[in-house]
């Protein structure tokens, strides 16, 4: 069964600076991995998608990398700003026969960024 | 990526009622999912809704307590019956798009409240 681990639960950070999220799979036979972020009470925008073959993915601020064989993927957020103030969901699809799109989540990490 | 809209977008509700959450896709998808975030919890898959045909539920989620229609490819309904305290979550739409179906897009999801 596949699960998904993010760490740290929580961070707060000064406006402006560079962090990294973290983010572990047990199964390392997945299609691809998702990063949202999900604001209070509200629902999930999809951040980067990086399919198994692909290293890794970038927009804008944000820099996603995947490193399958050892179940691990990072998410890069450049001069953060306060905006940047939500959870960030991990989210792994597993590679199997016929047409599985069932997602498999960590619990996230809620990220404050203080001006 | 689809504009996805539920509706509602919260409610509070009595134990022992039910209610139907609605949402509308701005284009024609294959896929569409429900999923379910308790409270300080990730999400979960619920079903995925079949255009045409009954929805394929996952492990520990059944029909009766969650019934799902999907009438044509932009509209599905997820009903919550007989709730209790316990089915207090936000209650998320999801659609897969994008290269193989490969990228999951959210809606903003409802969130329920049962007194």
């Known amino acids: 069964k596949q699960e998904v681990t993010q760490i740290p639960a929580a961070l707060s950070v000064p406006e402006g600076e560079n962090l990294v999220l973290n983010c572990s799979f047990t199964d390392s036979a997945i299609y691809n991995l998702q990063w949202f972020r999900q604001d209070p009470g509200k629902g999930l925008t999809s951040l980067l998608l990086?399919?198994?073959?692909?290293r890794e993915q970038t927009s804008g601020r944000l820099n996603a990398s995947l490193d399958k064989s050892s179940g691990r993927s990072t998410l890069y957020i450049a001069a953060s700003q306060p905006g940047d103030s939500a959870t960030y969901l991990c989210a792994v699809r597993l590679r199997s026969g016929g047409s599985n799109y069932k997602l498999t989540f960590g619990k996230g990490t809620l990220l404050t960024v203080n001006p | 990526s689809a504009v996805i809209s539920q509706k509602p977008s919260r409610d509070i509700c009595q134990r022992g009622t039910s209610l139907t959450i609605q949402c509308q896709v701005d284009s024609q998808v294959t896929m569409m999912f429900w999923y379910r975030q308790q409270p300080g919890q990730s999400l979960t898959l619920i079903a995925t809704a079949n255009q045409g045909s009954e929805a394929t539920y996952e492990s520990g989620f059944v029909i009766d307590k969650f019934p799902i229609s999907r009438p044509n490819l932009t509209f599905s309904t997820l009903t919550v019956s007989n709730m209790s305290p316990e089915d207090s979550s936000i209650y998320l739409c999801?659609?897969?798009?994008?290269?193989?179906?490969?990228?999951?897009?959210f809606g903003e999801g409802s969130r329920l409240t049962v007194l």
């Open positions: 999801s659609v897969a798009q994008g290269i193989s179906a490969g990228e999951l897009f």
């Open positions: 990086i399919q198994s073959s692909q």
